[in-house]
């Protein structure tokens, strides 16, 4: 039996202008930037990581900031909504928080036992802060000195998949080790045993299917973690088993990938948990420099030229 997949990596998205992703994220959100480097795919442009102090698997929310992108709408096929962890009673803040921020957020209630906010980045990145009972510890960015340490998002609590359908992709969650907990009209909850960050994947069945586009504001892709190499070999082999298209493992510097669509069109990824973002820079300095894989150091200069330049402020707007 292969290791269990307790849950989410990381969620990665498309954004728009760098600098107001990196703001909202930091300054808003209060996560900490943990990696600054660029697309390994797409050297002219930047991939944004961000999640808790230390960059722990389970919180890492990414981005490829494209200045030009259009934004993208949501179709079935895609992630719908990315939520984040906090205790119950951390929503009247951040439901506070938001709105002093200038972010429209909608305080939508209870889904099954979990007090939920609705709200969007500036790109129309759907986004949900939800609040519940088995929030665990936070390990909250050190410059999010705006936000109060016992409030601070956890990391993920999970993500809504839009489906046409709901069979073959209910298969491969529960494939993957997740069971079926819960529904409440067309929304099927999907849970990993324990309480790791990021292990609630809700299927979202669509009266009317209708396809999105890919575009700013769109998730492009779930990563589920895996413990180890080893694991991440079991998992490819299970899920090929399942004649589901994986992927050859591929090094992202890191963690290590594999990529399969599920049948419904989500790309979902497995990634290692190590080695993890202190690989090429200290804890205490993560996010300051921008770090390129050994292959792409020869054209630093280059890649640097050509990227739009950014700004960390280290301490929040508005906080001396
Ligand atoms: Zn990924």
Avoid: C
């Avoid at 050190?142 to 998002?153: E, S």
């Avoid at 700013?216 to 070999?233: E, K, M």
Wanted: glycine letters at 10%; charged letters at 20%; aromatic letters at 10%.
């Amino acid at each position: 039996m292969a290791k269990p997949i307790v849950g989410l990596h990381h969620v990665t998205a498309i954004a728009s202008d760098p600098q107001r992703n990196l703001d909202f994220y930091t300054e808003i959100l209060g996560l900490r930037f943990v990696k600054r480097t660029i697309n390994f795919d797409d050297p002219g442009s930047y991939h944004f990581y961000f999640g808790d102090d230390a960059g722990s698997p389970g919180t890492i929310l990414t981005f490829f900031p494209w200045p030009n992108a259009s934004r993208g709408s949501i179709g079935v096929g895609e992630t719908a909504a990315t939520a984040f962890s906090v205790p119950l009673e951390s929503i009247l803040f951040w439901e506070q928080h938001l709105l002093a921020s200038g972010v429209p957020v909608e305080h939508t209630g209870k889904r099954f036992n979990e007090d939920v906010l609705a709200f969007a980045d500036p790109d129309g990145m759907r986004l949900e802060i939800v609040g519940h009972a088995e929030a665990g510890p936070a390990n909250p960015s050190r410059f999010a000195t705006n936000i109060p340490a016992a409030h601070a998002i956890r990391g993920f609590f999970g993500v809504t998949l839009a489906e046409a359908a709901y069979d073959r992709t209910a298969r491969v969650l529960e494939v993957m080790g997740l069971r079926k907990v819960a529904e409440q009209g067309n929304r099927f909850r999907f849970l990993s045993d324990g309480a790791a960050l990021g292990n609630h994947i809700d299927i979202l069945v669509a009266a009317n299917p209708t396809y999105g586009r890919m575009g700013a504001g769109s998730v492009h892709h779930i990563a589920f973690r895996n413990d180890d190499d080893a694991s991440q070999l079991e998992w490819q082999e299970i899920l090929s088993n399942e004649g589901l298209s994986v992927t050859p493992v591929q090094d992202r510097t890191y963690f290590h990938s594999i990529y399969f669509r599920e049948p419904g069109g989500v790309l979902f990824e497995m990634a290692t948990n190590p080695p993890g973002f202190a690989l090429d820079e200290s804890i205490e300095t993560l996010g300051e420099a921008l770090k390129l894989p050994e292959w792409l150091e020869p054209k630093r200069s280059l890649i640097e030229a050509r990227l739009p330049t950014i700004q960390l402020h280290k301490v929040p707007a508005g906080v001396e």
